[in-house]
Nanobody
Framework: QVQLVESGGGLVQTGDSLRLSCRAS????????IGWFRQTPGKQREFVAR????????NYEESLKGRFAVSRDYAENTAYLKMNSLRPEDTAVYYC???????????????????WGQGTQVTVSS
């Protein structure tokens, strides 16, 4: 079974960039898509972006297009979320998740993903 380990969060200032990593162990991401979600206290997780491992097709939450970019590295079996021009409202715990790419479940919902990383805190100061 795939296990996900996230890294790359931290404390940054408004306008800075961060790159989050999501590394798979146990198997490759082949046949999967990788989703990124974020959560703030008292709120549900919200969809950020996803990438289909095979082919690299991507989707983004509309308001984040142009600032966030998702990618993957086959050799490292790792997915990335690059976040640019960060704002205080981007402060959240960010999660990566893996799910079967052709499950038929909406990719922007948690139900489309079976495995989740532990989450990494991103804090953007003003």
């Amino acid at each position: 079974q795939v296990q996900l380990v996230e890294s790359g969060g931290g404390l940054v200032q408004t306008g800075d960039s961060l790159r989050l990593s999501c590394r798979a162990s146990g198997r490759t991401f082949s046949g999967y898509h990788i989703g990124w979600f974020r959560q703030t206290p008292g709120k549900q997780r919200e969809f950020v972006a996803r990438i289909r491992w095979s082919g690299g097709f991507t989707n983004y939450e509309e308001s984040l297009k142009g600032r966030f970019a998702v990618s993957r590295d086959y050799a490292e079996n790792t997915a990335y979320l690059k976040m640019n021009s960060l704002r205080p409202e981007d402060t959240a715990v960010y999660y990566c998740a893996a799910g079967e790419a052709y499950s038929g479940k909406p990719y922007d919902t948690e139900e489309a993903y079976e495995r989740w990383g532990q989450g990494t805190q991103v804090t953007v100061s003003s």
